[in-house]
């Protein structure tokens, strides 16, 4: 592992993981290969199941032998994300000021840190940062916009952007390397100041595999409190894992019911719901209309997340759900 001087803040990272040792190993390597890394502690929170669980000690143990300052943490409780990563901030040294978030299943380009933390330190304003993710190398985040998606309210030519329906737009180079003002950050790869965290926690009653729309939810309300931005020049790739994920019609469903909660919970007026129910329209008609193979199993999970959207059926849109 490299020697380099140490980073100019003093920051920390939470990744939080589940039956993905081998997809963690990675990651783990990454993080190590940035500058600082000797001295950027780093706490894997863990909610594998048994087998998993003993073949991510060892990950672990492995690199901390060779120097990173990495410490396991076995989470007690029913495994979730949001848990996790409230119980990793919680577990890091008082003295951190910067914490980051990144998944089991990330890349990080070199500079990665560096780049988050040297923001953080010029723009004193901004409450959190988001570097660029990629899905592999070489592509680009940038979603194809057509007419259609403007129109029902799915996608916009802007990064970074909360569109009225609660849909959302990823983060991509515009061509200059200036700081972006961003409305959201992904958890996949994003970083906020440490005192963020004495106000805003993630949802704990979010739980379930992906996906489970806690980053947006947490990063909408902490946008209210001070602006987000997102680094062009910190860059990741995810990998995306296919462990711990849900078919194509649970997932579909799910995403469908986590929208409206997100929009009921954060964004709770007449008109966004209304342009919810829009774009749930235009994602219809789409996938009545398409080929994909995967198009009918989608079909499927979209009509049933209406129906858990329309009754409140889903356990995040029962009596209280929006308190958390």
Known sequence: MPSHSPAASEDGVVICTRNRPSELARTLES????????????????????????????????WCDEGLPVRYHRYAGTPAGTRQRNAGVDLLPDSVEVVHFIDDDVTLRPGYFDALCKVLNQKRHLLGVGGVIAKSEGTSPRPLVQWAHRLFLLRADQ?????????????????????????????????????VFDRHRFDPAVKGPSPRLEDLDFSVRVARDGPLAVVPEARCVHRVSGRNRRGTAATTRERLARRY????????????????????????????????????????????GLRQAWTCAHPLLGEGADDG
């Open 159 to 195: 990064p970074s952007r909360v569109l009225p329906s609660g849909h959302t737009t990823p983060a991509w180079p515009t061509g200059e390397n200036d700081v972006q003002p961003a409305e959201w950050l992904s958890t996949c790869a994003s970083s906020y100041r440490a005192e």
């Open 31 to 62: 993080v190590a290969e940035q500058s600082g890394a000797a001295q950027r502690p780093v706490i894997v929170v863990d909610g594998s199941d048994r087998d998993d669980e003993e073949r991510t000690v060892e990950v672990v143990r492995n």
């Open 261 to 304: 909660w997100f929009v009921r919970k954060n964004m709770d007026r007449p008109l966004n719901r209304l342009a919810f129910w829009w774009s749930a329209l235009g994602q219809l008609i789409a996938l009545v209309t398409s080929s994909d193979p995967d198009s009918r199993a989608a079909l499927r999970g979209h009509v049933q």
